[in-house]
């Protein structure tokens, strides 16, 4: 939280002097602020930049990443440069990393003998959850090379939903951009596996419906009126995924968000008692749902692609 | 100024709009995700999920092994049952052969030495009566010769000595008579 306020009051105390400076990019409104907080950006905030800048040692708050000029695939402009958002991605896939390998070296050869406890013993617990109740229920007999899958993106989303919880942290799952991309996976992954599963033949009459036990016409006018619903159910699971992903995780940092910002719109009117202790008791409590959310959203998106992976795997 | 007109704002200004998606970020999704995907599943996933299977495994295994060993203890336990009550039952029908063994002993001890006691018995009263009977005839022998001789003192002075003889004799027999009587 300090990590998200103490910009605020970097701003904010230039505010009250905008009049004598305002080129020092002062007069954010508190709106302003907090988008800047839940929108990518091309920088880094230095935890406590602050408090460093104002005793000297740094003389900036934040880090520019580097720029690539974008690239030109056909219609589609690709700029490379890395942003907040990519930098905790890649944080995330970093701490995912070491602690699933970590967990794997204190549960594999011969610490195998031993009983599982501790962290490790923690980890296995959400493997193996999500393994039989999440993976091998859902997704049915065969399931067991999904596993991986469910497993890397269940980790990889908590990890990234947690670290916008951390002071200074960003959410990159918080992100439109990053959320449709892991449901384009998700979707990639349904529809292989259900051609996998059902064959050339069965996969098409996922898209293009034909009943039973009616004459040709019948036939083919079912087939002209379901096939775009068809084709619209199979991008609605994901766009559906994409969505509840970055919804939740926004709309929980701009509640925070909005219960700080209370204390500076209310200071001006109020005694400080007021305005500070309601809005800091209310954004804790949101706080600590929020962590519940993070989790909660990423059993979610590895729940429902297993799910969705079933449906199709089943499909007659 | 509301949140919500300010996303649109931002939105419609193009400019790090909370709706913008970044064709880059994308990229680096996909690149970092597929990358954790691949680097996890190498060397994360399938040593933790192996070790797992083999834990599972292993339980099962030591579950089994047990079931079977109490099985099997439970059959040993009931041989060892039967055969204490198999000894207890040899040791009870031992026990009562003894008895009965020592019981018939016993019983011909007794019998005999109830027999032997009898023929003594009646080896003794024969010899008694014998005894009785030579004493008796050697009494009357006796008897008669003092009779006898006193009578032939008597008689020499004054009767037959040979008549005197025989009236004595039959007096001295029926004397003989009721003492075998009345012993």
């Known amino acids: 939280m300090i990590g998200r306020l103490w910009p605020w009051l970097q701003a904010a105390e230039p505010q009250a002097e905008a009049a004598a400076a305002p080129a020092e990019g002062g007069g954010l409104t508190l709106g302003e602020m907090i988008m800047h907080h839940v929108t990518d950006s091309r920088e880094l905030e230095i935890p406590f930049g602050g408090a460093l800048r104002r005793i000297g040692l740094i003389d900036r708050t934040a880090i520019e990443l580097p720029r690539f000029d974008p690239i030109q695939l056909g219609p589609v402009t690709l700029d490379l440069s890395p942003t907040k958002h990519v930098v905790f991605l890649f944080l995330a896939a970093i701490l995912v990393a070491v602690v699933m390998i970590w967990t794997a070296r204190k549960t594999h050869g011969k610490a195998a003998e031993r009983a599982p406890k501790g962290v490790a013993n923690l980890i ?79 996969y098409l009459r996922t898209i293009v419906f034909v009943p039973e036990g009616m004459p040709w016409y019948g ?37 925070v968000l909005a219960l700080v910002g209370l204390i500076f719109v209310a200071a001006p009117v109020a005694s400080w008692i007021l305005p500070v202790i309601a809005p800091v008791v209310m954004a804790v409590a949101i706080m600590v749902l929020e962590l519940f959310v993070a989790l909660l ?18 499909a007659h | 100024m509301n ?46 999920l192996g070790a797992l299977e083999a834990r599972e495994r292993r339980i099962q295994e030591i579950l089994d ?35 009965q063994a020592s019981e018939r002993v016993r ?77």
Do not use: C
């Open chain 1, 219 to 255: 036939k083919a006018l079912m087939a002209a009126i379901m096939t775009p619903v068809e084709l619209l159910g199979k991008v609605a699971k994901p766009f559906a995924l994409a969505v509840r992903l970055f919804a939740n995780m926004t709309a929980g940092h701009l509640v």
């Open chain 2, 3 to 48: 949140l919500f007109t300010i996303v649109l704002q931002e939105h419609e200004a193009g400019g790090g709009g909370i709706f913008d998606i970044n064709t880059g970020v994308m990229f680096w999704t996909v690149v970092i995700f597929l990358t954790l995907l691949v680097v996890l599943t190498r060397f994360a996933w399938r040593p933790i």
């Open chain 2, 107 to 183: 019983q011909e001890l007794l019998e005999r030495a109830k027999a032997e006691q009898e023929a003594m018995l009646a080896r003794a009263r024969q010899e008694l009566t014998q005894e009785k009977e030579r004493a008796l005839e050697a009494l009357r022998r006796e008897a008669v010769d003092l009779s006898l001789a006193a009578a032939s003192k008597l008689v020499e002075r004054r009767l037959n000595a040979e008549e005197d003889r025989r009236l004595v004799r039959s007096f001295l027999e029926r004397v003989g008579t009721e003492a075998g009587e009345q012993p």
């Open chain 1, 124 to 202: 296995e617990a959400f493997v193996i959850y999500l393994r039989d109740e999440v993976a091998l229920r859902n997704i049915g007999h065969g399931g067991e090379r999904y596993v991986p899958y469910v497993l890397t993106l269940f980790f990889f989303i908590l990890f990234a939903n947690l670290l916008g919880l951390l002071p200074w942290g960003a959410t990159a799952t918080g992100n439109i951009a990053v959320t449709a991309t892991l449901a384009f996976l998700s979707l990639v992954l349904i529809e292989v596996s259900g051609f996998r599963t059902l064959g050339p033949r069965g």
């Open chain 2, 65 to 99: 092994a047990a079931a079977q060993d109490r099985v099997e203890a439970e059959r040993l336990l009931e041989d060892q049952r039967r055969q204490l009550a198999e000894a207890r039952q040899q040791a009870q029908q031992i026990l009562a052969e003894g008895k």
């Open chain 1, 297 to 314: 959203q990423a059993f979610i998106f590895a729940m429902l692609t297993s799910v969705f992976i079933g449906l199709i795997r089943h």
